[in-house]
């Protein structure tokens, strides 16, 4: 078979012990068909692997944590949050499509989902002695730091589920948005969203062992482009799947920043609050073990 035992011992199984598992679980590698990256049996199978990796071409388990369930051990259950968490991820890309085009409408064309533009106007401020400016821009960079900085310590310090507590930054940085001024400086008017999206990003950087980014799209758009080609080079469905995940990603922010035209169009700043709707829903879904992101 080419599979021992010894390369299982990084994981973790359940199963009567049997001296053929790696067997076993061979042959599922072997005949099961491959749907969205993860293994599933045959409709009248009674067994399960969740999560299995594909295996290499030599025939050894990498990076994988197997796990061989019935039917009883609650597969369906597990199943069904996987796709929550998948519409979950996609609702965020919403979210961050939405609050990207809308600091763009209303903040004189600047984006606050990322740094680069940040740090390159406070480089550029900072050189023609613009000492205000260079503040402003230093505060939107601390907050994006803490926000960052925060998806790791509040877990650690107070046992936090930082993915419960992103949607709720994000619903309070839209009703904070929709009170500000629009003669205020446009870099700090965007401080809520540099926050938020830091929040965002931390806690929610993929779904279904991708990672993925749904505050942004240059990396998405570079998985999206690399799939397709490694696909039409390999016809490996895994990549297909790939490709789809992040295309979805995609389509899914760029949904966000045209609803967010609209919604300012209707509504000027107060637009922001469209966003509350979906970070409650976000908030109220089940959400998975950590564990199953890891790629």
């Given amino acids: 078979m080419g599979l021992h035992a010894p ?8 199963a009567n012990s049997s001296p ?19 293994l599933h049996p045959k409709p009248d199978g009674n067994l399960y692997t969740f999560p ?11 990076d994988v944590f197997p796990r061989i369930l019935t039917k009883s051990d609650g597969f369906d259950d597990m199943h069904k949050l996987k796709k929550i968490d998948f519409c979950r991820h996609l609702s965020f890309a919403v979210v961050g499509g939405f609050f990207a085009a809308y600091a763009i409408l209303c903040r004189s064309g600047v984006m606050g989902n990322a740094q680069t533009v940040n740090l390159l106007e406070l480089l550029i401020d900072a050189l023609f002695g613009r000492r205000l400016n ?5 505060g939107a960079l601390a907050l994006y730091v803490l926000g ?25 940085a839209a009703v904070v948005l929709g009170f500000l001024p629009a003669e205020m400086p446009v870099t ?43 696909y039409l080079c390999e016809k490996d469905p895994m990549y ?12 899914c922010f760029h949904l966000g920043a045209t609803l967010s035209f609209f919604a300012v169009k ?29 790629g």
């Fill in 148 to 172: 960052t900085m925060l998806t790791v310590l509040l877990p650690h310090w107070f046992h936090l589920d930082i993915r419960r507590t992103a949607p709720v930054v994000d619903a309070l």
């Fill in 52 to 62: 299995l990796a594909k295996a290499a071409e030599a025939g050894i388990l990498i």
């Fill in 134 to 138: 260079v503040l402003l821009h230093l």
């Fill in 188 to 230: 700090l008017a965007l401080y809520p969203i540099f926050f938020a999206m830091s929040v965002q990003w931390g806690a929610f950087n993929g779904a279904q062992g991708f990672n993925s980014s749904t505050i942004f799209s240059t990396n998405n758009t570079k998985q999206t482009s690399l799939a397709l080609a490694h």
């Fill in 266 to 294: 209707l509504w000027g700043l107060r637009a922001s609050w469209c966003v509350i709707p979906l970070a409650a829903w976000a908030r109220l879904r089940p959400v998975p073990p950590p564990e199953w992101h890891r």
């Fill in 7 to 14: 390369h299982l011992a990084a994981g973790r199984y359940v």
């Fill in 20 to 38: 053929s598992l790696h067997l076993i679980i061979a042959h599922f590698i072997t005949n099961f068909p491959l749907v969205n990256g993860f």
């Fill in 240 to 251: 297909l799947a790939k490709c789809w995940f992040y295309a979805a990603t995609l389509l």
